[in-house]
C-alpha cells in the first residue's frame, strides 16, 4: 500500500516512515467514515494512549529523579490530557489529513479537540505497532518539545487550586455559571463565570466548557491571590 502525498507529507512532519502504511491510514480513519472493510481508529487510540503514558512516567522520572508521586503526578496529567494531545496535532497539522465522514467534516471535525486528541492517541500507537517502543518515544519526546520542560508551570489544575483556596477558607466549593454560547454548533464558544460565596467572581471564554472553566478559576485565583 503506498501513502498519498499529503500523507507522505505528514509523516515527514513527525518524523517517522512506516513500513506498515496501513497502520497510519486506520489511526487516521474517524468512526463516521469506518466499515467493515476500513477500521477506525478507536483501539489504536486506546492502545497509544498507555504508549503515551509511559513515555511521559518515563520521562518525569528521568527528568526529576527525587521529585515524589505528589509532584510529578499533576506534570503527568498535565502532558497527557486531551488537550494537549490536540494541541500537539495542530502543531503537525494532524486535522488536515483526517478521514472523516460528511456529516463530521460539515460540522468541522477537522478542528475538534476530542477527534484531534485521539487521532494524536492513535497515530503514537500506530508508530508503536510498525516500529516499536523506541521510535513511538522518540516521536513522542520530539513533538511534545518545550511543553514537557515548561510542565511545571502547567500542571497546576486551577479549579482544583481555587476549590482547596476557598475550602481553606471555610467557604462552599466555587460555582460555574454558563452565561452565554456563542458561534456555529461546529464552533461554539462558551463563556464561564465562576462565583464564589463572598460575591467575588470572574469570566472566561473558550471552544469547550472545560477550557472556559479552567480560565475562568486561573482569573479568579490571580484575583483572590493577587
Not at 497502520?23 to 477500521?39: F, M, Q
Not at 486551577?158 to 475550602?167: D, G, I, R
Not at 466555587?174 to 452565554?180: A, C, G, R
Request: aromatic share 4%; proline share 4%.
Amino acid at each position: 500500500m503506498k501513502l498519498s502525498s499529503d500523507l507522505i507529507a505528514f509523516t515527514a512532519r513527525i518524523g517517522y516512515e512506516f513500513s506498515k502504511p496501513e497502520l497510519l491510514i486506520r489511526a487516521l480513519t474517524h468512526g463516521s467514515l469506518s466499515s467493515e472493510t476500513r477500521p477506525d481508529n478507536q483501539r489504536l487510540e486506546f492502545l497509544g494512549d498507555r504508549v503515551l503514558g509511559l513515555v511521559m512516567s518515563e520521562k518525569l522520572l528521568a527528568d526529576d529523579p527525587d521529585a515524589p508521586e505528589g509532584t510529578l503526578a499533576p506534570r503527568y496529567n498535565a502532558l497527557v490530557r486531551k488537550e494537549t494531545c490536540a494541541d500537539v496535532a495542530k502543531q503537525i497539522e494532524l486535522g488536515e489529513v483526517l478521514k472523516l465522514g460528511r456529516s463530521e467534516m460539515k460540522t468541522g471535525g477537522r478542528r475538534k479537540l476530542a477527534l484531534l486528541g485521539d487521532a494524536m492517541e492513535a497515530v503514537i500507537a500506530a508508530v508503536y505497532l510498525d516500529g516499536g517502543l523506541d521510535p513511538a518515544r522518540d516521536m513522542i519526546i520530539r513533538l511534545w518539545g518545550e511543553r514537557i520542560h515548561k510542565v511545571e508551570a502547567d500542571a497546576r489544575d486551577a479549579k482544583t487550586a481555587l476549590q482547596e483556596w476557598a475550602q481553606a477558607r471555610k467557604m462552599t466549593v466555587p460555582k460555574y455559571v454558563e452565561t452565554s454560547r456563542e458561534g456555529p454548533d461546529h464552533a461554539p464558544v462558551f463563556t464561564i463565570e465562576v462565583q464564589l460565596p463572598d460575591g467575588r467572581a470572574a469570566q472566561a471564554k473558550a471552544n469547550s466548557k472545560r477550557a472556559a472553566e479552567q480560565a475562568a478559576a486561573k482569573a479568579l485565583l490571580a484575583q483572590v491571590e493577587g
